[in-house]
């Protein structure tokens, strides 16, 4: 009976999107606080600040993929070697100065209630929550795939 209301199901893209959302956002809760856990220099204070810092981690990597893809777009348009070398160069400075002001913002808006480490820890994190997002999307695909069922 659950499997006949399972293919009864539409998602509006609002919908898909807000379940990605909600599942990214609970994904870099747990990343988060096993950081918090095993590294001893990740530290935020209470499962609330934790929360906090999720969504705020989560609209921070969303705007700086959005503006490197942006700027990494913008040298991609363009013929010849310069270009190519200004792509690398930018995107590589996108996305070494954002783990610094990812600290900064994450200390201010939490008032110093969550401490992601230095920047060694923020890349870390930074990589375990991509690492988080592109497992689930990888799920999430092979569960849409059509079943093989082994005759025999």
Do not use: C
């Amino acid at each position: 009976m659950a499997e006949e209301r399972a293919t009864d199901l539409s998602v509006t893209p609002a919908q898909f999107r807000f379940a990605k959302a909600l599942t990214d956002i609970l994904v870099y809760v747990v990343v988060l606080n096993l950081f918090v856990e095993y590294v001893h220099a990740v530290v935020i204070e209470s499962f609330t600040v934790s929360v906090v810092t999720a969504v705020l981690l989560w609209l921070l990597l969303g705007v700086l993929v959005r503006v490197e893809h942006r700027v990494a777009g913008f040298f991609r348009r363009r013929k010849g070697l310069l270009p190519r070398i200004l792509r690398y160069l930018s995107v590589w400075a996108i996305l070494f100065v954002s783990k610094f002001a990812i600290i900064e913002i994450v200390a201010f808006v939490t008032a110093g209630r969550a401490v992601l480490g230095h920047f060694v820890e923020v890349v870390a994190i930074v990589v375990a929550l991509m690492a988080s997002e592109a497992l689930l999307k990888w799920v999430f695909r092979r569960l849409g795939e059509p079943e093989v069922h082994a005759s025999g």
